[in-house]
């Protein structure tokens, strides 16, 4: 089918280099980036659903929108100086694309305001920067602050004027200390330049599905991946946007089916999360199932670099799985963030999807994606070659420098400005094979031992993964560069003590056979996530902070812990058969019946199914409606689920 949206260009590489070159030949200024973006005002910018209906909003009508909030803005704050600095606290929506080119074009600067960040952060980051006001529908702050949809009621139609000249982005805090880092229309121009090498040089980032190309809203727009990589790389050369109303696993695959989503960039935890369900999935169905799947992954691998063959086997072999994760409109997908698993890229890329690595940082913008026609290469974690304009290099303690034309002009840290002339220091590990880059974790995570060894824990708790764990993380329970680490596990809260001795036993066995039973000092599990909802990677520095202040409520793997979570996980139940019947707890007992005694209903049954689901991450079996129906029942399964050690 032929792509739509692209005007008299004959194909969509032509339509993205006659962009290019108007945005170089009219001359780099937020004005012109703007005023191309919005060119094309029949095609689709944003979509999203509304119950039965899906919605559309043409690039025209968001257009005339920015300009009547930019008047609104201007006329509200007509007392500020061009140049000001307004705050932007918004989650992703069409309103926040339109607020934020309206901020531009009424002649201020937009701070992307990091909505994962606390509020004193973030009330730092407004004084150290003198922003004037906030725009916002979520929440106040001790600066005036509006909300540009009341503003939008308001507002007339006005023209293009005088735009700001530079964005402020936020890093996520999961370093020392949170950095702002200001962007001017030159870096987004390079930013751009390098999206459209990446059209030329990688087939599959250009694949349309019925003659559309639509990214997934998953990445914050306040956060650089999300402003550069899924906004502006496809919002220049007006692509559309698919609302995704949470972050729930099901609205998630059922937003990418419907609106027939073909681009979706995300972090590794996202990626990680499906793989795992995916698995679960597949184990469920039985061990000659899971087996089978296993030796067509194993195929898939050998020949994946066969670029005929290897296409119709992972298309044919694959077709269920693929219809039962994504579907078929699914046509290219970045992780970028963090380090991922290999077994992840693998199965991925061995199902029939391309699934890539890219690298980037609050502070130097996206510099490197891996393009790889290749799923070897891809699957081996390689970031890819740095982009034109961009420089790597690697010194001595194996940190990356990076050196271009599209990184961050300044950065704010500690309220002291710093330019960024030269190499910046990423703090991150990295090696070079071959012209292509790895990326082996962060400076700031190596732990030295007494003996002067280094760990990375980024190499090791990939290897220490084991059903039964929802996750490690090594910490520096002292503080001290020297202090053995601790091995900090998450497991299930219902999993039983018997459970947990034999987890225990297997990973002790893991360490010995990475010779590194000496350098643990201790094994020790909690219930709790070691990833906070807000939070995209694993921040080390506040779970060594709470394990080091008690604050962290860690399991035993006494006797005493059998009964008592046997008992936590029975009170669980019956309040969900509370909840679900409105009934008093203390009248329903073990043999209790969902439909005989209580009375429900399959709506109400269903209802509870699919709470629980997400209470025990488990899937029950439904047949007619009935096939769990006591508190017994439910309580046999959930402890038989939890505690199966395969």
Request: proline share 3%; aromatic share 10%.
């Amino acid at each position: 089918m032929k792509v739509t949206g692209i005007g008299s260009a004959k194909n969509i590489q032509e339509f993205v280099s006659s962009k290019i070159a108007a945005l170089g030949g009219e001359g780099i200024s937020f004005r012109t980036l703007f005023s191309l973006m919005f060119r094309e005002k029949e095609n689709i910018l944003y979509e999203k659903s509304e119950g039965y209906r899906i919605v559309e909003t043409t690039y025209g009508e968001a257009y005339e929108a920015i300009l009547r909030l930019s008047g609104a803005i201007a006329k509200e704050l007509c007392d500020l100086p061009k140049g000001a600095v307004l705050g932007l606290y918004m989650e992703n929506s069409l309103l926040w694309i339109e607020t934020f080119w309206a901020i531009l074009a009424a002649g201020y600067r937009p701070l992307l305001m990091n909505l994962r960040l606390d509020r004193d952060t973030l009330s730092t980051a407004l004084r150290e920067l003198g922003a004037a006001a906030v725009l916002s529908k979520e929440e106040c702050f001790e600066v005036p602050t509006l909300d540009p949809e009341k503003l939008l009621l308001g507002g007339e139609a006005g023209a293009e004027g005088d735009f700001g000249e530079e964005i402020f982005v936020m890093s996520s805090g999961t370093s020392e200390s949170v950095k702002i880092c200001g962007y001017g229309a030159e870096e987004f121009y390079h930013l751009l330049l390098n999206s459209a090498k990446i059209v030329s040089n990688c087939k599959m980032i250009r694949n349309h599905y019925e003659g559309r190309l639509k990214q997934l809203c998953f990445l914050p727009f306040y956060h650089i991946f999300g402003l550069v990589a899924v906004y502006l790389w496809f919002g220049f050369f007006s692509r559309t946007f698919v609302e995704l109303r949470d972050l729930a696993p099901q609205t998630i695959l059922n937003t990418i089916r419907r609106h027939k989503v073909t681009h979706i960039f995300a972090v590794p935890l996202f990626w990680e999360k499906v793989y795992d369900a995916a698995i679960r999935t597949i184990e469920k169905r039985g061990s000659k199932t899971a087996a089978k799947f296993r030796r067509g992954l194993s195929l898939s691998r050998k020949i994946g670099d066969l670029p005929l063959i290897g296409k119709a086997f992972r298309k044919l072999a694959f077709r269920e799985v693929r219809e039962n994760l994504f579907g078929e409109s699914v046509q290219f997908m970045i992780t970028g963030g963090s380090a991922i698993r290999g077994e992840v890229l693998e199965f991925f890329n061995g199902i029939g999807y391309f699934l890539t690595d890219g690298y980037g940082a609050t502070e130097i913008g996206i510099t490197s994606v891996e393009q790889s026609k290749k799923a070897s290469i891809r699957n081996a974690c390689f970031v890819g070659k740095p982009m034109d304009g961009i420089e790597y290099k690697i010194n001595e303690q194996g940190e990356l420098l990076v050196s271009g034309k599209a990184i961050a002009k300044t950065i704010l840290e500690h309220g002291k400005e710093t330019k960024t002339d030269g190499f910046y220091p990423t703090r991150d590990l990295a090696e070079e094979i071959g012209g292509r880059y790895r990326i082996l974790g962060r400076l700031d995570d190596l732990i030295i031992l007494s003996d002067g060894e280094n760990l990375n824990p980024n190499r090791i708790e990939p290897q220490l993964l084991l059903p039964g764990m929802n996750g490690c993380c090594l910490i520096n329970a002292k503080g001290s560069v020297s202090a053995a680490p601790v091995l900090l596990v998450s497991v299930d809260r219902y999993l039983s003590a018997e459970r947990i001795a034999a987890l225990d036993q297997a990973i002790r066995e893991k360490l010995a056979a990475l010779s590194l039973s000496a350098s643990v000092a201790k094994i020790v599990y909690t219930s709790e996530p070691l990833l906070l909802p807000d939070e995209i990677k694993l921040n080390r520095r506040r779970l060594s902070a709470q394990y080091a202040q008690g604050k962290l409520a860690l399991l035993t793997r006494s006797s005493d812990r059998i009964d008592a979570h046997s008992d936590e996980l029975y009170e669980k139940i019956r309040a969900f058969f509370s909840l679900a019947l409105s009934k008093d707890r203390g009248d329903i007992g073990g043999s209790f019946d969902f439909f005989l005694d209580g009375g429900g209903t399959s709506l109400d049954y269903f209802a509870m199914i699919t709470a629980m689901q997400e209470e025990f991450s488990l899937d029950f079996p439904v047949k007619s409606g009935k096939s769990l129906q006591t508190i017994d029942e439910f309580y046999e399964y959930i402890k038989a689920e939890k505690n199966d050690a395969d």
